[in-house]
């Protein structure tokens, strides 16, 4: 009596295996999530990937931009949760990388907390922007 209700095959159990696989493999891919400014300028480039919950996990290279479009500053970071554009928790944080660009003339107050919150030596005269191209220690 029970045993017609609850036959499978082994071409439905592999068809399902096949199907959940391809699930968590879309699931758990990893994306470029971008971050742009009130203006429409791209401040923000993530590597990341989802976590089984559902949380932007780091996993590559990060990138920040000035408001010109120049990319400000570079860092592999791997394993911390992306929250509100920020990194948060434990993980893997490479060295920063400071490619070189052209700093804003005169140097905006944001500019110049950015160099503050990543910690970068600066000195009172800053590089005026005559086209050459700067880069930080």
């Known amino acids: 009596m029970w045993r017609g209700r609850f036959r499978y095959s082994v071409g439905g159990l592999l068809l399902g295996v096949t199907f959940c ?5 879309w699931w758990t891919r990893p994306m470029v999530v971008e971050r742009y400014a009130p203006g429409g300028t791209l401040t923000g480039q993530f590597h990341v990937k989802r976590s089984w919950r559902g949380e932007l996990i780091a996993c590559g290279l990060q990138r ?18 992306l929250r509100d554009h920020r990194f948060v928790g434990d993980g893997w944080y490479g060295p920063p990388v400071y490619p070189p660009h052209v700093p804003p003339d005169p140097p905006g107050e944001e500019y ?19 086209g050459v191209p700067f880069s930080y220690p």
């Open 64 to 81: 920040w931009f000035l408001p010109d479009g120049q990319c400000f500053r570079e860092q592999v970071v791997r394993g911390p949760v």
């Open 21 to 25: 696989a391809v699930a968590l493999a």
């Open 112 to 130: 110049v907390r950015w160099l503050r919150d990543d910690m970068v030596p600066i000195s009172t005269d800053l590089p005026r922007s005559s």
